[in-house]
DNA sequence: GAAAGCACTTTCCGGTTGGAAAGCAAATGC
DNA sequence: GCATTTGCTTTCCAACCGGAAAGTGCTTTC
């Protein structure tokens, strides 16, 4: 039980992850590249909205917080692929429960 | 253009409860009732760093969202009383998991 | 009568954010 | 040779955010 009148560790772990979280870009990149690698173009494709100048921000926030990695080949036309760490993939149960809360909070406000 | 390959849907699901807990205070906010029901100076202590302004605002948004209750009690200096709903319950869970990633993302980056 | 407490609200204002659009380097493909 | 592709970065600029501080309406306490 996370309760208790006087809770400030639980609060400050809640805010650490919320910091390393901040904005609702980073959790929709991790769950597109929870199936698989992908190229920064094919990010954005899937996460509709995003523009390049923030996916890109956001991208290296997610790898200074070790929650994604970065490999570049040197080939043609640049290659760059992202890919999920252990440590994001950590993020997937929290993913699911936002996922379980997001469907049942339409229904409760959004498709009533 | 909706690809096969990710899951938009899912992807959408989140996309509505991240607006909906939009900025670190919300979870916070919820946390800090999940113990009970609060006054406005008591959440704005719990909540440290959080100004007058901004929790206002806040609570005004979650009350939107059905996530707490608002009751006002017409007494000598004014009494207003904040309640958690069950739909704000229901994030238990999230705020459950946030804590435990949190404290697993402190020692893999900050306590580092 | 003065001061203080409660739960806000309002105003001022500087800083951050984020969209659109263009630039860039190098290597293909035509 | 010329346009195209990729993964960014840069610039411009308007919108929004949020802190500080003061105001509000009413009542109790000194």
Redesign the interface.
Known sequence: M????G??K???????????L?G?WK??IL??LS?GPKRFKQIS????GISDKVLSKELKNLEQ??LITREVYDTYPPTVEYAITA?GK??E???E??????????K???GK
Chains 1, 2 share one sequence.
Do not use: Y
Not at 2 to 5: F, S
Not at 10 to 18: C, E, F, G, Q, R
Not at 45 to 48: A, G, H, Q, T, Y
């Open positions: 996370l309760t208790g009148e809770c400030p639980t609060m400050l772990s809640i805010k650490d992850a919320l910091e390393a901040e609702s959790l929709l769950f597109a199936s494709k899937e996460v509709s917080n070790k440590h950590s993020l149960k929290v993913m429960e936002l996922h379980f809360w997001g469907l049942t909070h339409r409760e406000i959004i």
